[in-house]
C-alpha cells in the first residue's frame, strides 16, 4: 500500500510539473492572449476532471477495494509520465548573459531576485495573509467525513 501511495504521490507530482512547463511554454507562443486562454481552458480541463474523477473514484469507493482507486490514478501518472517523456524539446536561444556565466552567479542573481520580490507590499502581505490564514483557520475535513460517514450514515459514493 505504501508503494501504490508514493506513485500516486510521484505521478501527482510529475503531472503538475508537466502541466506548468507545458502552460508556460506555449503560452509564451502568443504574447498577446497566449496565457489568458491556455489558462481558461487548464482550469476548464481541471473542473472537468475533478467532477469526473470524483464520480468515478465515489462509485469505485463504493463498489471495489480502495487500492484499485490508487492503482488507477498511479497508472493515469504513468501514462501522463510516458507522454512527456515523448514530447520534443525546443532548444531556446540564451542570452550572452546568462549563457556565458556560471550556475551558482545564476542562482544566486535569482535568489536576490526574489528577495526584491519579497519586498514589494504586494507580495509580502500576501504571504502574510496566507500564513495567517493557516494557522488561525481550523480544519475539519476529517472531522466532517467521519461525522458523515459514521453519525449521518451517508454512503461513501
Same mark, same amino acid.
Request: charged content about 15%.
Given at each position: ?8 504521490? %510521484?505521478?501527482?507530482?510529475?503531472? #503538475?510539473?508537466?502541466? #506548468?512547463?507545458?502552460?508556460?511554454? +506555449? ?15 487548464? /482550469?476548464?480541463?481541471?473542473?472537468? *476532471?475533478?467532477? !469526473?474523477? $470524483? ?5 469505485? $469507493?463504493?463498489?471495489? +477495494?480502495?487500492? /484499485?482507486?490508487?492503482? %488507477?490514478?498511479?497508472?493515469? *501518472? ?5 507522454? *512527456? ?57 476529517? !472531522? /466532517? ?13
Amino acid at each position: 500500500m505504501t508503494c501504490l501511495l508514493f506513485l500516486s504521490s %510521484l505521478s501527482g507530482a510529475y503531472l #503538475d510539473v508537466i502541466v #506548468d512547463a507545458l502552460m508556460v511554454t +506555449h503560452s509564451r507562443q502568443d504574447e498577446d492572449e497566449g496565457g489568458d486562454q491556455l489558462t481558461t481552458l487548464s /482550469w476548464g480541463a481541471l473542473g472537468a *476532471g475533478g467532477a !469526473f474523477g $470524483s464520480l468515478f473514484g465515489g462509485y469505485l $469507493s463504493e463498489y471495489a +477495494h480502495p487500492k /484499485w482507486s490508487i492503482l %488507477l490514478y498511479s497508472m493515469f *501518472g504513468l501514462v501522463v509520465m510516458c507522454l *512527456g517523456l515523448m514530447l520534443e524539446e525546443k532548444e531556446q536561444q540564451l542570452s550572452a548573459e546568462i549563457k556565458n556565466k556560471p550556475l551558482s552567479k545564476v542562482f544566486l542573481d535569482n535568489l536576490k531576485q526574489v528577495r526584491e520580490a519579497m519586498l514589494m507590499p504586494e507580495i509580502y502581505q500576501t504571504i502574510a495573509f496566507l500564513l495567517c490564514c493557516s494557522f488561525t483557520g481550523p480544519s475539519f475535513g476529517t !472531522f /466532517w467525513y467521519f461525522y458523515q460517514l459514521n453519525v449521518v450514515k451517508f454512503s461513501k459514493f
